[in-house]
């Protein structure tokens, strides 16, 4: 999935969990952490290609339909990013070092979780049992244009309820 639909997946899961149990503090770092895997795998690769040759680079990587023309560190940092199994490592240790779960990194979770079946096999298929198993899904792909006009017409109702939701609540 692009990552404004993950961060705006993020942060609507998170208004949801804060209103109902309180556990989410910041909605903003929810939603930071709901586009973080995306940022740590492809960020180095574009700011190194944007200081390189400006803004022209986007063009030579086409679609989002081909690894062509990605470096092997960006595939190695998805590995890591993209594995619930390091999402589960880090989670725990952060639980340990805090004593108490931070639960804005959760998001994190549903980050994989949306991308396992929103990525094909030819692009970047979710590797959300690395290290141990490199087991992928080919599901659909985000960037068919149906599938985006379903899943933002879906954050727009999402929004639009939790608008609603909070209005309903101040009126109460």
Same mark, same amino acid.
Request: proline fraction near 14%; aromatic fraction near 18%; avoid cysteine.
């Given at each position: 999935m692009d990552v404004v639909a993950h961060?705006?997946?993020a942060a609507a899961a998170a208004k949801v969990v804060k209103q109902k149990t309180k556990k989410i503090k910041s909605i903003g770092w929810a939603?930071?952490?709901g586009v973080a895997p995306d940022l740590f795998a492809f960020g180095p690769f574009f700011? @190194?290609?944007?200081?390189?040759s400006g803004w022209g680079f986007l063009s030579?990587?086409?679609e989002p339909s081909s690894e062509a023309g990605i470096p092997q560190y960006v595939k190695e940092l998805y590995h890591i990013s993209h594995s619930l199994i390091i999402f589960a490592v880090v989670f725990i240790l952060i639980w340990f070092i805090r004593k108490t779960p931070y639960w804005e990194l959760s998001a994190w979770a549903l980050h994989i979780l949306i991308d @396992?079946?929103?990525h094909t096999s030819r692009f970047f298929?979710?590797?959300?049992l690395w290290p141990i198993n490199n087991f992928k899904v080919s599901g659909i792909s985000w960037a068919n244009p149906w599938f985006m006009i379903i899943n933002y017409g879906l954050l727009v109702l999402a929004y639009l309820y939790l608008f609603w939701w909070r209005r309903r609540r101040a009126n109460a």
């Open positions: 961060t705006l997946w939603a930071f952490f700011l @190194i290609q944007l200081l390189a030579a990587l086409g @396992i079946p929103t298929p979710t590797p959300f």
